[in-house]
C-alpha cells in the first residue's frame, strides 16, 4: 500500500487530500486517479514527488512510499 496527497487545485476539484492505493508505478497512480474523476489534463502538469524526491511517472513505487501531486501554480 502506498499512500498519495493532493494538493492546490487537485485536492480542491478531486475533495481527496490522501488516499491509499496498491500501485506499482506512479503512471498506475495516475490511472486510478483518473478512474476516480480527475482529468489527465489537470495531472499532467504536476510536479511529482516520491519520498520527497522530484521524479515522473515512470518511478516504480515500493510498499509505504509516499507520492505527492503537486499542481503547476501561474501567477502574474
Do not use: F, H, W
Request: glycine fraction near 14%.
Amino acid at each position: 500500500m502506498i499512500t498519495v496527497k493532493l494538493y492546490g487545485l487537485l485536492r480542491l476539484d478531486s475533495g481527496i487530500k490522501e488516499r491509499q492505493m496498491e500501485a506499482g508505478s506512479v503512471r498506475e497512480v495516475y490511472a486510478q486517479l483518473m478512474g476516480l474523476g480527475l482529468s489527465g489534463k489537470n495531472l499532467d502538469g504536476c510536479v511529482i514527488l516520491v519520498n520527497g524526491k522530484p521524479t515522473n511517472k515512470r518511478q516504480k513505487l515500493n510498499e509505504g512510499d509516499l507520492v505527492q501531486l503537486l499542481p503547476p501554480v501561474a501567477g502574474g
